[in-house]
């Protein structure tokens, strides 16, 4: 069921509780750049990593109620990692939109791996969640698989976005651990799984020998959004994109400039 206005574009909502979900915001305008997308941010809640299970999907639930009223859409991505692994099956039962969630680039890793040492780079939840664990038994049995949890991280990604410089001082301890691995010297493929981290890219990238590829999982999920979407035609006019926050904040203020390098100019708050 299409809810965009006929003969307009479809217009996607990107999730997160953060600003990471602009890394896949962005690989969803390069292949779909005349959809309008809707980014939703939960800053009220944020972090969703240290809330327990059923108080994460009672929220999220309340949060998407609110926002597909105000802001009808025809596909929902949900652009965190933590929130698709513990509310995607409710978020597919409660409502009729399509709905892409994140999954920890492991299978595409494991496949390109020539070492057969893999990093994985998340938040703690993720590297400690049974689904991650059971991604890894699937799709990486035979690979050495090095997990760092950070949510300092994440923390770092979101100033960066507000405008900071990160500083190779703050990321080196992070990262240590990589480095610190008896195989750590072999690892030539690094997961980005906490859609945060593709935002430091170019930081992260620096503190790596040149074999290390980096890979993450926002070109896949754009894939995806467009293959829910199906063959159509798109009018090729400038869609206006929107960014709402849970909560105003000096700290969304200061993030506007860096808005507009995602084509958003326009805020809105809506308090949940």
């Known amino acids: 069921m ?17 600003v990471g979900g602009l890394s896949v915001a962005q690989e969803i305008q390069q292949k779909l750049p005349f959809a309008p997308l809707v980014y939703a941010s939960d800053n009220a809640f944020f972090p969703y990593g240290t809330k327990g299970e059923l108080e994460l999907i009672a929220r999220v639930d309340a949060v998407f109620h ?7 859409v ?13 509310a995607l099956p409710h978020i597919r039962n409660h409502f009729s939109q399509p709905t892409v969630g994140v999954v920890p680039a492991i299978k595409p890793a494991a496949a390109q791996t020539k070492s057969n040492v893999i990093g994985l780079l998340a938040t703690p939840a993720t590297v400690a969640r049974t689904y991650t664990h059971n ?18 991280l994440v923390q770092l990604a979101e100033q960066k976005l507000r405008g900071e410089k990160i500083t190779s001082e703050r990321l080196k301890p992070i990262l240590q651990p990589f ?7 072999e690892m030539d493929t690094l997961i980005l799984a906490c859609t945060h981290f593709p935002l430091m890219r170019d930081e992260l990238k620096e503190q790596f020998p040149a074999q290390v590829s980096l890979i993450d999982s926002g070109e896949a999920i754009a894939r995806r959004v467009v293959s829910l979407l199906g063959e159509r035609q798109y009018a090729e ?11 105003a904040s000096p700290a969304v ?6 808005l507009f390098q995602f084509g958003i100019h326009k805020l809105d708050i809506l308090e949940v």
């Open 135 to 152: 991604l890894i038994k699937e799709h990486a049995a035979n690979t050495e698989v090095i997990s760092v949890g950070s949510s300092e």
């Open 74 to 86: 025809d596909i929902i991505v949900v652009a965190c990692n933590t929130a698709s692994t513990l």
């Open 2 to 18: 299409s809810l965009s206005p006929p003969n307009s574009n479809p217009r996607i909502l990107v999730f997160d509780s953060g």
């Open 253 to 258: 203020e200061a993030l506007q400039p860096q």
């Open 237 to 247: 006019q400038e869609p206006e994109h929107l960014v709402v926050f849970t909560k």
């Open 66 to 72: 609110a926002l597909i009223a105000r802001y009808p």
């Open 179 to 185: 480095f610190d691995h008896p195989r750590g010297h």
